[in-house]
């Protein structure tokens, strides 16, 4: 089985939030199989998604305007 790990995602600015809105959803659909997780209220808003495999993580490192943050439990 592969690892999973938490993160929590953060749009540098209000414009990449608008460009890679759908996209960082649909990665962590794809991985997660859901949308429904905490998101913080923020102008942008942070995501706290379910655990992430690798490659979703590396996919959402690999976009401008993003930064994934690995939770240490």
């Given at each position: 089985?592969?690892?999973k790990a938490r993160v929590a995602?953060?749009?540098t600015s209000m414009?990449?939030?608008q460009e890679?809105?759908?996209e960082v959803?649909?990665?962590i659909k794809d991985?997660?199989?859901t949308n429904g997780f905490p998101v913080v209220k923020t102008a942008p808003p942070l995501y706290l998604p379910p655990a992430l495999s690798q490659e979703a993580?590396?996919?959402l490192k690999a976009l401008d305007g993003i930064s994934v943050?690995?939770?240490e439990e």
């Open positions: 089985m592969a690892t995602i953060r749009f414009d990449s939030w890679k809105d759908e959803l649909k990665i991985d997660a199989g993580i590396d996919k943050e690995v939770i």
